[in-house]
């Protein structure tokens, strides 16, 4: 007999895949039973309804996008000392991992209950929040320690910078989709891993100086 939580670990499998997908509204508690093959009692005794089942959607893909940045960064971090060349180091990490990703990113939670925001109730909506200001909070506090060694060589909104890596990555899971090619979102990511090394690696010393260089 399945134990409860492969029970709930399923349907919230079959959820993920259902709205990202078609989105939230057009998942139905009905076609989540039938594919668990459980009774609607069953959904209900995991989700009391469809609101739960998003927060729960959220909480678990918050949970796992966490420990996939602290893998990637974290073994970064034991490459390089140097806090931008471990940045970097760790941008290349996951535009590898998107690459290998079959049939491209699937898509993100986050994206899709923003879209249709008006379909939860405020707890939902401030998990959502939560989860952009935890990727702000990880990125910035990555970009101020390279800043507080390397300054940036142009005018640098390190906040503005940090919310980037969103931007970054929700913009190319749409360039994936709406062009059929999973390569794109890789490909920003390393467009952004290159701005990053634009913006802090230190100039020649000639032009540091003042002088022309070579």
């Known amino acids: 007999m399945p134990r409860a939580t492969d029970t709930r670990d399923r349907i919230l499998d079959l959820a993920e895949s259902a709205v990202l997908a078609k989105g939230f509204d057009a998942t139905s508690i009905d076609e989540l039973v039938a594919g668990a093959e459980i009774t609607?009692?069953?959904f209900f005794y995991h989700f009391p309804d469809k609101t739960a089942l998003a927060r729960a959607l959220i909480e678990r893909y918050i949970?796992?996008?966490?420990?996939?940045f602290d893998d990637l960064f974290g073994r970064a971090a034991?490459?390089?000392?140097?806090?931008?060349?471990?940045?970097?180091?760790?941008l290349k990490l996951l535009a590898e991992l998107l690459e290998d990703l079959p049939g491209g990113h699937p898509g993100c939670l986050i994206a899709t209950a923003?879209?249709?925001d008006r379909l939860f109730d405020d707890g939902v909506r401030a998990l959502n929040?939560?989860?952009v200001l935890a990727w702000r909070a990880r990125f910035r506090a990555h970009?101020?320690?390279i800043a507080n060694r390397y300054p940036p060589r142009?005018?640098?909104d390190i906040e503005a910078l940090a919310d980037m890596v969103t931007g970054v990555v929700e913009g190319g899971i749409i360039l994936s989709k709406v062009l059929r090619d999973p390569s794109a979102l890789a490909r920003q990511v390393m467009a952004f891993r290159a701005l990053v090394a634009l913006v802090f690696t230190p100039p020649p010393p000639a032009l540091r100086?003042?002088?022309e260089a070579a």
């Open 63 to 68: 949970a796992r996008e966490e420990a996939l």
């Open 154 to 156: 142009v005018g640098a």
């Open 143 to 145: 970009l101020e320690r």
């Open 209 to 211: 100086s003042g002088g």
């Open 129 to 131: 929040r939560q989860a």
């Open 114 to 116: 923003a879209y249709q």
């Open 40 to 42: 609607k009692g069953g």
């Open 78 to 90: 034991d490459l390089s000392d140097d806090p931008l060349h471990a940045f970097l180091i760790g």
